[in-house]
């Protein structure tokens, strides 16, 4: 008898954990590293970090279906895909002609809609509100992961030993 409550027990600890993961998915509680578009989005972001050259300029220009040498008479802002946004940032030294020679620099701006919900609110006045509109954009990734690795350390101790 006591088997049978057991497992019993395990059948409804399982059930009550995929009931609270079928209603986490539908309200977008799902962590940034299982949804593969955020991935795709951070690999457009560290487009930027790559060194200029022909490569890293044909490379964001692929986006927008365009190659160095074209061009530049198309628009700079697309809609890659349902949560993905792009916009082109060219500093160019002539104009009218995707030319190495001519470009500065190139930046690719990534806006990722994460729709996800945040709560935001005034405990004074009970204003409470969702936002349902969430992006992020390439710098959140280079403002997060690319810190150094002390960036979080208590540094009270240090004013103090420097004071001795």
């Known amino acids: 008898m006591k088997k049978y409550f057991k497992f019993k027990k395990h059948i409804l600890i399982l059930l009550v954990l995929w009931i609270i993961y079928l209603i986490g998915i539908p309200l977008h ?7 593969p578009s ?7 972001c560290e487009l930027n970090e790559l060194p200029n050259s022909e490569e ?23 809609q890659y895909s349902r949560r993905i946004r792009l916009s082109l940032d060219i500093y160019p030294n002539g104009i ?12 690719i701006n990534v806006k990722w809609q994460t729709y996800h919900i ?8 009970m204003d409470f509100r969702f936002d349902f509109d969430n992006e992020l954009y ?8 690319n810190l150094p690795n002390n960036f979080f350390k208590d540094r009270r101790n240090d004013k103090q030993t420097a004071n001795q």
């Open 96 to 107: 009218s002609r995707l030319d190495f020679d001519k470009i500065q620099d190139v930046y």
């Open 29 to 35: 509680y799902t962590p940034y590293a299982l949804q």
């Open 38 to 44: 955020y991935w795709e989005f951070k690999k457009m």
């Open 56 to 78: 890293k300029y044909n490379k964001i220009l692929s986006y927008f279906d365009k190659k160095l040498g074209d061009r530049d008479d198309f628009p700079h802002t697309k």
């Open 138 to 145: 390439c710098g959140y990734i280079y403002n997060i992961h």
């Open 118 to 125: 945040e709560t935001l609110g005034n405990e004074g006045n």
